[in-house]
């Protein structure tokens, strides 16, 4: 009875032959199945039906995505202003502008102050808030629901309401702080040049802790529990399992929050728009919100757009760094 020959390596294959007085042995040959010789067209043919639910999102992606970003690219290299028909190339004038440009960098400096204030403030009263709601409390579900009620409040809401707090003349943070004697007279939060980032930044840390919250609730509870009853065992205190045990098991959930902060924070708007408007005296005003003004207040679209990929030049550098520093913290 005939029996079918193997496809790919045989023994016979390997054996050695002698070949002008030397022995070599011969390559090795793969026999390549008659269904894998089929074209590309083929194949899609044969899996056509996947490839027409994936032409929606391709065709969506392609236009508003890949289109919208190419075109971005070209707008760079032009003076381009939404009420004049002349839109001129200008090579790379628009990137020497950027360079150039105080306000800009005054932006950068802005962008950097608020993330560097915001992000590391969220995220420890964040971690102690986890802490104490990680406790055996009575009610401690309503409280984690409070805490991140403002997580899910809409950010102009959440704006408009901080701005009423913040008012000169009838705003409640001056009220208690008056009648506490704090203070002899009501305090222009949003007004002051040195008072007005530092009121964005609280209102930012209020509407992001919960965030905070949570994700250090999801590492804690994730830490086994084995390991605090070892070291009560070895007779370590609370400080002692908070230090050795609780804050390097949740190293990587802190690099996690860490990166996503930053690149959160550098594309903050939302509440430097209803608040500040950029001011005074452009000491709010961040990297996004310079964007908008030479796009929709000076309709310069190809600076505009210079600007955009300078921020994209950040984020990228940023999002780098967080696969790097997650990868190093999930291999410790």
């Known amino acids: ?13 390997a054996v050695p032959v002698k070949a002008g007085g030397r022995w070599t042995r011969p390559r090795l040959r793969r026999e390549i199945p008659h269904g894998n010789r089929r074209g590309v067209a083929a194949r899609v043919w044969t899996q ?15 236009v508003f995505t890949l ?18 028909p002349d839109r ?8 020497r502008d950027m360079i150039q ?46 805490f991140y009620l403002p997580v899910v409040t809409p950010f102009v809401v959440s704006a408009i309401l901080w701005k009423w707090l913040y008012n ?16 002899d007279a009501p305090l222009l939060w949003l007004s002051d040049k040195n008072l007005a980032m530092p009121a964005v930044i609280l209102m930012s ?4 802790t919960g965030f905070s919250m949570v994700v250090y609730l999801a590492g804690l509870q994730a830490i086994p529990d084995e ?5 009560r065992i070895d007779g370590a205190g609370v400080w002692q399992r908070l230090r050795y045990i609780t804050i390097p098991m949740l190293r990587p959930t802190t690099l996690f929050l860490a990166v996503m902060g930053i690149i959160s924070s550098l594309q903050v708007f939302t509440q430097i728009f209803v608040m500040t408007s950029g001011g005074p005296v452009n000491k709010t005003t961040t990297m996004v919100y310079y964007m908008y003004l030479w796009a929709f207040k000076y309709f310069d679209m190809g600076y505009a757009s210079t600007l955009a990929f300078a921020l994209f030049l950040m984020l990228l550098a940023f999002t780098a760094l967080q696969l790097r520093l997650m990868r190093q913290g999930f291999d410790a």
Not at 88 to 95: A, C, E, Q, R, S
């Open 1 to 13: 009875m005939a029996t079918a020959r193997p496809l790919g390596r045989t023994e016979t294959d």
């Open 168 to 183: 000169g003349d009838y705003g409640l943070f001056n009220h208690y702080l008056l009648q506490a004697h704090l203070i």
């Open 67 to 84: 289109a919208a970003l190419i075109f971005a690219v070209y707008l760079t290299f032009h003076r381009w202003s939404i009420i004049e």
């Open 227 to 231: 390991l605090y009853e070892s070291a």
């Open 101 to 146: 440009d105080e306000r800009f960098t005054g932006s950068v400096l802005n962008t950097i102050y608020f993330s560097g204030a915001s992000v590391p403030l969220s995220m420890a009263i964040g971690l102690l808030l986890a802490l104490l709601l990680n406790l055996p409390l009575r009610l401690r579900g309503l409280f984690r629901a409070a």
């Open 48 to 62: 056509r039906s996947a490839y027409v639910f994936l032409l929606p999102g391709m065709l969506i992606f392609s």
């Open 88 to 95: 001129p190339f200008v090579g790379l004038d628009n990137y």
């Open 205 to 208: 840390v209020w509407a992001g």
